[in-house]
């Protein structure tokens, strides 16, 4: 039996990490999921536990309507997080020096003078 082309260019050991990582992904996905159906079936068991006990209407229309507008602001605050990104906003700042010191403002030569009269321009 011979083995595919692409199976023979890896090693033994690229083989095994391979398999490794998907594994660990397929794991991953395995965790989520077993979490989700847990927290649903909380949810549940919380919803319907005291019999007899309804919920008014205003309330799932509260809750609903606090729901979406959470999502909203979150959504809002991501592509904003996106947009200065993708904008520079987020880069660090670049100082510039002047390379003289007629291009300077009076209050910065006077306030620079301040902060360290040792290297005093006259």
């Known amino acids: 039996m011979q083995l595919p082309l692409s199976d023979c ?3 033994g050991t690229r083989r095994l990490r391979r398999l490794f990582q998907s594994m660990g992904r397929r794991l991953v996905i395995a965790t989520l999921f077993l979490l989700l ?4 079936y909380v949810g549940y068991l ?3 536990s005291a019999p007899g006990v309804t919920v008014p209407t205003y309330a799932i229309v509260a809750a609903i309507v606090g729901v ?3 999502a909203l602001i979150g959504g809002g605050l991501m592509g904003l ?3 200065s990104s993708r904008r520079g906003h ?3 700042p670049q100082f510039e020096s002047a390379t003289s010191t007629e291009e300077e403002a009076p209050a910065a030569r006077i306030a620079s003078d301040d902060i360290r009269p040792e290297t005093r321009r006259t």
Do not use: C, H, I, Q
Request: net charge negative; glycine share 10%; proline share 5%.
């Open 9 to 11: 260019r890896l090693t």
């Open 37 to 40: 159906g847990a927290a649903l």
């Open 46 to 48: 919380g919803w319907t």
């Open 68 to 70: 979406v507008l959470s």
């Open 81 to 83: 997080l996106f947009y």
């Open 90 to 92: 987020d880069e660090p």
